[in-house]
């Protein structure tokens, strides 16, 4: 008989998302006069359609699948096509971040290289995650059987954790713009954690997904904007926030040419070689048409296209925290982020707010608690729906709340 991985057993029995769509249904089954007017501001999905450049791209690019002179296969490195390569490089060069197109490479998203990743490192790693954080990054180490250590979050240090010089580690998941919190490292925040991870000789796991939402001159945008992080970190990014992707699936990695562990024997070892090896056995790359339309996302055009796209969610963001300033509640994020991670009224519990909202408002977000322990008592929303649905849920909540 085969055995089980009896490490998916010290796993919630659901995803955090598929629990608030069992509570909304129930609510809606209940009350069936109501499902037309809730609003939802939980999960991080983008609603505004994909820019026309990138939609022209794609279009071309399946259009040359359709030609035999033009048609594309399997890809010869697999690690995505140059001229996608190429494009990203040059972002990262228009903010002062130096990445070689050979560094990265693309996949079909971040979350699936969040989680995938840690394929490459030992189960005897010890794992750093801060808490709260996106599942994905407690969920794939638990499945491993990995120890996890937590770095804690909190409203005293502003939702942005501080490493401990007493603790080590040998990874460290980072997200900046945080996913729940919006919290965003300053650089000299993120400078503290480059020169722990050396210290350590760990490596950094850098979550940058929400990088384009960045406005604050002193927040950086790539951790390779930091003296040191070539030799200690890697960074995944995604289009799905930038350019809303989300239903399209694209990504990318980068993880620098001089970053390497030492193997048992104690021969160095490239960590960008083995993450090669792990994608080519288990990974055939992203479509060429999707590609296509990543590459139009980074040209002059696009940039211009998308910012559109950015301003709609930063306003939805700042209309939400003037929401929170007014009731006088806490928060962080609604700047350089698309989430506001706000504090529970009167002490509730992060569920029993989420049922408040639910039940007397019809609007829908995230319990803090299903991020962690540090997470109770908070709750999340996005800023990613509709600008005049964004706009009535805080009319809402404020004569909920009675203000």
């Known amino acids: 008989m085969p055995k089980l991985n009896e490490n998916f057993l010290k796993l919630e029995k659901n995803y955090l998302f598929i629990n608030i769509a069992?509570?909304?249904?129930?609510?809606?089954?209940?009350?069936?006069?109501?499902?037309?007017?809730?609003?939802?501001m939980g999960i991080g999905d983008v609603t505004?359609?994909?820019a026309p450049c990138v939609v022209e791209a794609v279009k071309k690019g399946t259009d040359e699948m359709g030609v035999k002179e033009t048609f594309k296969g399997y890809e010869d490195s697999g690690t995505g096509y140059d001229f996608l390569k190429n494009a990203i490089a040059r972002y990262y060069a228009s903010f002062g971040a130096d990445v070689k197109p050979s560094e990265i490479r693309i996949s079909d998203g971040a979350k699936s290289d969040c989680g995938n990743i840690v394929d490459i490192f030992g189960e005897d790693n010890i794992v750093l995650i801060t808490d709260p954080a996106y599942p994905v990054y407690v969920d794939s180490n638990l499945m491993s059987g990995r120890k996890i250590i937590y770095a804690n979050c909190t409203k005293e240090n502003g939702f942005c954790a501080v490493p401990d010089p007493s603790c080590h580690t040998d990874l460290i998941y980072l997200c900046s713009p945080n996913n729940?919190?919006?919290?965003?490292?300053?650089?000299?925040?993120?400078?503290?954690?480059v020169d722990y991870a050396i210290a350590n000789q760990a490596i950094i796991i850098y979550d940058a997904a929400y990088e384009a939402f960045i406005t604050e001159d002193d927040v950086p945008r790539s951790i390779f904007e930091i003296e040191g992080a070539r030799q200690c970190a890697i960074e995944i990014c995604s289009l799905s926030k930038t350019a809303g992707f989300t239903g399209m699936r694209c990504g990318y990695t980068v993880i620098p040419e001089e970053l390497t562990v030492?193997?048992?024997?104690?021969t160095p070892v490239s960590i960008s070689q083995i993450w090669g090896r792990r994608q080519g056995s288990k990974f055939n790359g992203v479509a060429y048409p999707i590609q296509c339309g990543a590459a139009a996302v980074f040209s002059d055009e696009g940039r211009e296209q998308i910012k559109v796209n950015l301003e709609y969610y930063k306003e939805n963001a700042r209309i939400i925290a003037a929401a929170l300033d007014e009731l006088g509640i806490f928060y962080t994020g609604g700047k350089n982020s698309p989430y506001i991670w706000l504090e529970c009224p009167d002490g509730m519990g992060s569920w029993e707010f989420f049922d408040l909202l639910l039940t007397e408002a019809n609007v829908v977000g995230t319990p803090g608690a299903g991020f962690g322990k540090?997470?109770?008592?908070?709750?999340r929303l996005t800023s990613f729906g509709d600008r005049a649905k964004t706009i009535e849920a805080m009319e809402r909540i404020k004569k909920l709340l009675g203000k």
């Open 22 to 40: 069992k509570r909304i249904n129930a609510f809606i089954e209940a009350n069936p006069d109501k499902k037309d007017r809730i609003i939802r």
């Open 48 to 50: 505004l359609p994909i």
């Open 180 to 193: 729940p919190t919006g919290a965003a490292f300053t650089t000299a925040q993120l400078k503290a954690w």
């Open 262 to 266: 030492t193997a048992s024997d104690g």
């Open 374 to 379: 540090n997470g109770e008592g908070f709750f």
